[in-house]
């Protein structure tokens, strides 16, 4: 028996009905929907029954997939001070999360056909991050995984907003190993770009690397935090990008970055591994881009007069990265895109800002010169 349709849902069908040889950007039209997010729902429509055939599967030649972390944030801010030992009252929240899924909406939300590849549990946590996904990304091919719980990030804060204690459960993702993945050979050998976060096991990024130079694939290299640099594949030549911010590169060599030239020297060192392209970040300072052929540029952050809320934003500029090098743009292009972006998202109450657009990054973009 077919599921239950949404009411976006239900319009595509009906459409499709009408006009089974209605094209997908006559759909986005009509819907007011990404032909991308009308391509996911299509999708989604054909997993559920209502479509059946194959006339409006998509084309894996075109998708950039994305691998890694899609998690449940939870926020529990504590009413009055905090008392250990005994209950205390608060107000919560919750939100979608994780490294690759955040970079997934952004690219989707830029009009990109996306694929996420995770693991997760049978619960009502993945439910969440699903209905509030889909538009964006394709989740067609998400491992659920039995007796696991789906990732998820817990942070108590105090009354001025400060963190008083942060719970991390991403024991699920030892299971995104490279068996799961070679389940997806098909999708990945033909992947337009493969971005992957370092939520994966280190066998499973080295595995990708090698996948990467076998298939002649783009692969993008999103660091997590400090601790998880750890997780970098041995041998990174032949790897596309890696974006990454100070702390993360202070860990990995062992230095610190005091200044612009010790800034330069590390961007320098992750060449030298056999990196094509790389970028670090460092907040308010800006980033620093560079690769062989064009060199090392900086190009300085965009002021931010009121931050709203830090989180995504790194994820943000990340997405801004692959898309702007997607589209063929210079190294100083790029790195524009990627500060505009951040920026507009840390000026937004949400993960991934509700505005963000192609033309809408475009348009950010021809203002700031």
């Not at 538009?135 to 817990?154: E, F, I, R, W």
């Not at 997405?319 to 090098?325: D, G, I, L």
Request: aromatic share 6%; hydrophobic share 40%.
């Amino acid at each position: 028996m077919a599921e239950k349709m949404t009411d976006k849902e239900q319009q595509i069908y009906e459409s499709i009905r009408k006009n089974p040889y209605i094209s997908q950007q006559e759909l986005a039209e009509a819907v007011g929907l990404s032909r991308p997010s009308v391509a996911n729902i299509i999708s989604g429509l054909t997993r559920k029954g209502h479509i059946v055939g194959r006339a409006y599967i998509l084309n894996e030649s075109q998708q950039i997939v994305c691998i890694g972390g899609a998690n449940l944030d939870r926020k529990f801010h504590v009413k009055e001070k905090a008392q250990l030992g005994t209950s205390n009252p608060i107000q919560s929240s919750k939100s979608v999360g994780g490294v690759a899924r955040n970079i997934a909406e952004n690219l989707g939300r830029l009009g990109e056909e996306v694929t996420l590849l995770t693991v997760c549990g049978a619960d009502s946590d993945w439910s969440f991050i699903e209905e509030e996904s889909k538009l964006y990304m394709n989740l067609d091919q998400v491992a659920k995984v039995p007796g696991m719980a789906t990732g998820s990030y817990t942070a108590v804060l105090d009354t001025d907003g400060e963190m008083i204690i942060a719970l991390a459960d991403m024991e699920v993702y030892e299971e995104l190993t490279s068996e799961v993945l070679l389940k997806q050979d098909g999708l990945l050998s033909r992947a337009k770009c493969i971005i992957t976060d370092l939520n994966c096991p280190k066998e499973t990024l080295q595995f990708l690397v090698f996948f990467a130079k076998k298939h002649d694939r783009p692969l993008v290299l999103i660091p997590v935090s400090s601790p998880k640099m750890s997780h970098l594949p041995d041998d990174l030549s032949g790897v596309t990008w890696l974006i990454t911010n100070r702390d993360e590169s202070e860990t990995f060599f062992d230095m610190k970055i005091n200044s612009n030239a010790d800034w330069e020297a590390a961007l320098k060192k992750w060449l030298s591994l056999g990196i094509e392209n790389v970028v670090i970040t460092s907040g308010k300072n800006g980033a620093m881009i560079g690769n062989s052929e064009e060199g090392i540029i900086h190009v300085p952050s965009v002021e931010v007069r009121k931050i709203i809320d830090v989180t995504g934003a790194g994820d943000a500029f990340s997405a801004a990265v692959v898309y702007s090098w997607l589209e063929g743009k210079s190294l100083s292009e790029i790195a524009q895109a990627g500060t505009v972006n951040a920026a507009k998202t840390l000026q937004s109450s949400y993960t991934v800002r509700r505005d963000l657009s192609a033309a809408q990054l475009q348009q950010e973009l021809e203002e700031l010169i």
